[in-house]
């Protein structure tokens, strides 16, 4: 056959193979419509409609069965007949096309005819069988003058129980192994990533859950009015911009050490208009308004989900403390009493601490007097500024106190630190609790802002005054090894030298606090400081110290020796104590055994050095310098002496010539786990974790061979975190780039490079983020002409991880009465306080109330009462809700960082209907002058309490509410008051 006939012959079969496929489909349609059994079966799986769950009763299974039927018939004939005869047409017009273009007509008809009759025959095989397997007749399909074999039926039915069984043999095996898969996973994480060191039985799930790491991000939704907050911030901060470059004046805070300390605001400039900020005022709120966010893909399995939910049970129940390793990474469950016993038994050490007589609101209140009489008399005698006085205390100029959340104290409280690395392998297998170590957590106290002014001074002070001995950490101690081995400083001269380290045993605990500030004013006469900062940093730092507290289970201690571990100021004293004892106290008096020290650097309490002399002469020195620091309660316990140490996270041992080398080095109890790269976290943050550990592995390797091996350990355990084989290769060379690079600017010691002006758009992640960025991008135009060179930077915060979930350091500190706070309410489920006088009880919701606003049923959170402080509240005018329309103007949320019952006296001191002055300042009072004078009070509101929040998150969170409740559209918070 010629190559056109050949092409011909070709097309004409794929053709007609088509048409005899789509009439043997016809033909097992029209059959199954011609056999009652068949339209009720499942012969054909996509005419199946799905009719909801499977109902319960009979007379609706009925009803479902016919329902089911009625939609296969109707199917079958309006869609699978209809198509088929339309497909048939359609390709045998195609099929006659092909042979009036075709010579050999008569010979190509012959063959396509016997090729189809081929193709009939094995379709309608396959459908037989299909049809007959239905029907449950069992057996090949047959003619009817075609007698059974019986043999060949008995040996097809071996044949499928072999089949069966082989199935069956699969599945449990497949099922074995994915149990001992799981097993041996579970005996993975649960010795290196999470440890059991409880008497409860922890299920697979929730290890499952916690292998994921504290820092993991479960995958959220946006929330509309988080990001509509979000974007008001940035706009008023846009403004500000604007309005500074419209009217240029100095920055008070600009280089200054307390821009930490600004008085947070949300005001904006007064009367500043201009087109081009209302238009993309108008592009950016119209983003978030027409933004549609979606679900993002779950991240965490169902048996992840299961473990999650069993974890918060058990923390709820108090059976079970989840917290993170001192060091190393690895999450602890210990049994919730035992950490209450080991807690409790530090506070109850009279020697470290002394159980106070006050309470802790007493405390409190204190406190803050003695930091304001003090701060007032520094301000009125000039040693400090009228800034510096309202930054740590809040006052202002005629001394009356700012109304901002920062100025507005919590309660410090103490939580511990399980020192895992403490114990061998055999201690931690038999779940023998781990030392602690406890942190006083100040952040947000009384004293913190004192701590946050008194801070960059100390830092400066000690630098300086330990700059002899001073590290600030690993990379700093490389450089000085580099520059060692440079010099030639143990090649020269020097015969055989050792290493060695030391490590002060519970230093902050330790520290006597005389001693300590002796010390600090040494270091001040040493500083470059003036007269009156001095004075003042010295006078602030002993308030500090006399007056640090921490609570516990709703009792109050002060410490009696050591210093507060974890505040602001720890480190700064430690470091400037540890130098005046070593360098002022021990030096002059070991002088002799000091000459055997060639190297002595100091990263707070552990020491790296060199020394020349003998061992015997080092275990003297140690002994000697215990003996001298023990008055001051300073001992040095663990050292390490050799050629070999380990020091913070690096293996220095010596060289050839006596060179320093070194190498990365890992804990036994390290868990080496990164973020997993399914977290919910931008992508570029993934890059960043294996490019900064890349640079932290090249750098703390001195040789190419442990450099090499050391990476390929890191490869492997980032591998094991989701990162791919292609991402980990390509960031190599990048960060090799990165170490040669960051080695040329420190030789060449070049400035940083100046950068212009930041504007920072704060978020919390979400999937669409990149939509928000592509639009701020297109306003660059307008943003540079509205504010000139500056540029915009997002900042995108993250989610709830696993960590904010299941640790509650502060839950473990709180007593069981603070835990519920509606203990002592009158009746179950009440918001009142129950105080005698109390005027805002009255007006409170029952529990029996159904509270709407907008059509929306607000749930109020009935474990608080009126006395609860840091609250969003609720009031609600009941002479407006009383109509019948579902839209009313009723409803008004506020915050208040003082208690419930003071701010409600505040706003009924402004219902005086006389004094215009006064009733404008509340927009309760405000809407019933404008809505009904003759029922102007306060008493036809009724009051509740929504949530307790921190509050620093106090403005956001009532944001929330009036943009989920639409009350500054249709109701009291589109009311303007006058401040």
Known sequence: MDPINAVDWE???????????????????????????????????????????????RDLELKKEAILREARIRILQECAVVEANRDIIQLSKRTGKVLQKSSLNSELLTRIGANADLERAEIRKKHQKKIHFHLGIEGAVRSSHQPTNPKRAKKRSE??????????????????????????????????VVRNLSSVEIPNTAFLYLAKGLNFVESKKASKADLLYDTQEFLRKLEWKAFFHEHPQEDCFEGNEHRDLRIPSRKHPEGFQNAILDDIKTKLKGFVSNFSPEDPKANL????????????????????????????????????????????????????????NLSEADKMTEVQRTIRQEVLSLSSSGVISQTDKTLITGLNEKNNLKHAHCFKPVVPYVYPLFKIHKLNQEQITNKVTPPIRLVHATKEGPLYRLEKWVSPYLTQVSRRFCEEEFILDSPALINEIKELNSRGTLTSGRGGVNLFTLDVINLYPSIDPTFALKGLKEALAFSTLDTNKCYAVQKFTEIIFKNSFVCFQGKVFSGNKGIPTGNCVSRQMADITLHVLLFAIAKPQLRTLWKNIV?????????????????????????SLNELAKPYGIQFGDFLFGKEVNYLDMNIYLGESNNIEYRLYRKETDARLYLQTESFHPKHVFKSVVFSQMIRVIQRNSQDHTCVEDLVQLKDD???????????????????????????????????????????????????????????GSLREDITQLCGDIKVIFALRKHSSIGNT???????????????????????RSQRCGARGCLT???????TDVVIVNGKIVNLDFRLNCKDKGIIYLAQCQICAAGNSILKEDSYFGQTVTPMHIRMNGHRDKFIIDDRLKFEQSALSM???????????MNHFKLGIVRKVNPIDLDREEEKFIFNFRTKVLGLNRIVVTR
């Open 11 to 57: 097309r004409l079969r794929r053709v007609n193979s088509k048409v005899v496929t789509r009439e043997m489909q016809l033909r097992l349609v029209l059959e199954i419509l011609g056999d009652e059994r068949l339209i009720t079966s499942s012969i054909l799986s996509s005419v199946q409609p799905q009719i909801g769950r499977k109902f319960v009763y």
């Open 301 to 356: 399995t169902a048996a992840e989900r299961r473990g999650k939910a069993w974890i918060k049970k058990e923390i709820e129940k108090e059976s079970i403390f989840i917290t993170k390793a001192d060091k190393g990474g690895a999450t602890l469950i210990l049994d919730y009493g035992t950490v209450l016993d080991c807690v409790g038994k530090a506070l109850d050490n009279k020697d470290n601490f002394t159980l106070s």
């Open 806 to 828: 299941v640790i509650r350091n502060r839950r473990l500190s709180e007593s069981s009465s603070e835990s519920s706070s509606s203990e002592g309410s009158i009746g179950p």
């Open 599 to 623: 190297v002595w650097k100091r990263f707070i309490d552990d020491v790296f050095g060199v020394w020349s002399g003998s061992e015997r002469q080092f275990h003297l020195f140690v002994k």
């Open 718 to 776: 980032l591998a094991r975190c989701g990162h791919t084989e292609g991402t980990l290769e390509g960031m190599e060379p990048l960060a090799v780039q990165r170490v040669i690079e960051n080695d040329l600017y420190d030789h060449l010691n070049q400035p940083p490079k100046e950068t212009s002006g930041k504007l920072i758009y704060s978020v919390k992640f979400f999937k669409e983020v990149e939509q928000l960025k592509k639009l701020v």
């Open 159 to 192: 044949n499928r129980d072999k089949k069966k069984k082989k199935r069956k043999k699969y599945l449990q095996n497949k099922k074995r192994r994915k149990k001992e898969g799981l097993e041996e996973k579970i005996k993975k994480i649960s010795s290196t």
């Open 841 to 847: 009880c009255p007006l409170l919701f029952d529990s």
């Open 927 to 937: 809407h019933c002058f404008l809505k009904h004078k003759d029922d102007f009070s």
